[in-house]
């Protein structure tokens, strides 16, 4: 029940989802991880909100691009009648771990506005950090509310819809 209920079941709830998910992670995710690495002040923030709308789009590439092989990996740790959280919990995992790689990389390229190879040379050192960070915001906050979302719109949409009895 929880599958149909509070996930997407169609394109465009797919679109919401993302978007959810996607605006409320960039807008937490990428202050912290700049505020860690260049402190926390004003000037830093008011920094970071200048960029946000360019990681934004890099996240909503990446997350069309490591969808399906977060489900793959998700697929393999996983088994067919596990519960709904543990397929939840191991799919943010998945989708966190092939994101979070591309994003420590990509991330300070466009935070720093220049591409070097400082992020790939600091890689092991920053992204156990932004992976565990990443990971709390999708799975405690960013991902429940918009399953909760979702919850609620097919709530609405399963009343209106016509009860049939074969």
């Known amino acids: ?4 209920m509070r ?3 169609g ?17 937490i995710i990428a202050p912290l991880i700049t505020c860690f690495e260049l402190g926390f ?3 830093v923030w008011g920094d970071v909100l200048r960029i946000i709308p360019f990681v934004w789009l890099s996240v909503i590439a990446l997350v069309l691009l490591t969808y399906k092989p977060a489900e793959w990996l998700t697929d393999k740790i996983i088994a067919k009648d596990d519960s709904f959280r543990a397929h939840i919990t191991i799919n ?13 990389v990509i991330g300070t390229w466009i935070g720093g506005r220049r591409i070097s190879l400082e992020p790939i040379q ?6 156990p950090r932004n992976f565990a960070l990443s ?3 999708e799975a405690l906050f960013a991902q429940p509310i918009a399953r909760a979302v979702l919850y609620k719109l097919h709530k609405a949409a399963d009343a209106k819809a016509p009860v049939t009895v074969s």
Do not use: Q
């Open 1 to 4: 029940m929880d599958f149909h």
């Open 7 to 9: 996930l997407p079941r």
């Open 11 to 27: 394109k465009r709830e797919f679109a919401l989802f993302m978007a959810i998910v996607s605006i409320l992670s960039v807008n």
């Open 41 to 43: 002040s004003f000037a």
């Open 92 to 104: 943010i995992m998945c989708t966190v771990l092939f994101m979070s790689i591309f994003l420590t």
């Open 122 to 127: 600091l890689f092991f050192y920053k992204w």
């Open 135 to 137: 990971f709390a915001v």
